[in-house]
């Protein structure tokens, strides 16, 4: 693994690069970027530097990722998030997920989903789908849309297509979720 590079697990949204930027200013740890899941070095951590950022990471959440197999398992579960949040490129949301992760990764699509399913004991679509209903969730709380343009915006082929998938993850209709709101929502570092 590239002494130079830092995986990151738990990071899932700018707040959280945000907090990892100032953590690393702080402890005056060079870096040239920070993005979800990933840190890029100026120069390589002294094991006493390495241990000192693992523990003022957990304490804030955050876990350091010490294998090369955890780190492409975080960028799978960091791209899919964003996949599933539709904030990609017009042409990257065209692409079937297999597709997006494998030109992202550099990596053979049978190999990511190998990997994934046998640390994270699911599949990688099962993980996009629970990710893609927390964000119907998210949107049903705040009230601002309605649950066909929900579907539109997250590209459903239909709104009862997303109700189906809502109700077979949640076990609730969204509608009922709507009424009983924000206290079924789950942080979505423990989807």
């Known amino acids: 693994m590239d002494e130079k590079v830092l995986f990151i697990r738990n990071m899932v949204c700018n707040r959280c690069v945000m907090a990892v930027e100032n953590m690393l200013n702080k402890m005056d740890i060079g870096f040239t970027s920070v993005q979800l899941g ?3 070095l100026k120069h390589a951590l002294t094991d006493a530097q390495k241990e000192a ?11 350091l990722i010490d294998s ?5 398992i975080e960028k799978i579960k960091q791209l899919t998030i964003k996949r599933a949040r539709n904030q990609v490129s017009e042409e990257e949301a065209k692409l079937k997920l297999s ?23 699911r599949t990688i679509e099962n993980y996009f789908i629970e990710q893609r209903i927390e ?12 649950l066909s343009q929900i579907a539109m915006k997250l590209e ?7 109700s189906a998938q809502f109700k077979k993850v949640t ?12 206290n079924k929502r789950k942080a979505l570092d423990q989807v």
């Open 171 to 182: 076990g609730l209709t969204p509608s009922y979720y709507k009424q009983v709101g924000a």
């Open 135 to 146: 964000y119907v969730k998210e949107l049903l709380v705040y009230g601002e849309l309605s």
């Open 68 to 72: 090369r197999i955890s780190g492409v």
């Open 53 to 63: 950022l693992s523990g003022e990471l957990q304490r804030i959440g955050f876990d």
């Open 99 to 121: 597709v997006f992760l494998s030109q992202q990764l550099h990596h053979e699509y049978t190999y990511l989903s190998s990997i994934f399913s046998s640390i994270e004991s």
């Open 156 to 162: 459903y082929s239909s709104t009862a297509h997303l």
């Open 38 to 40: 990933e840190v890029q």
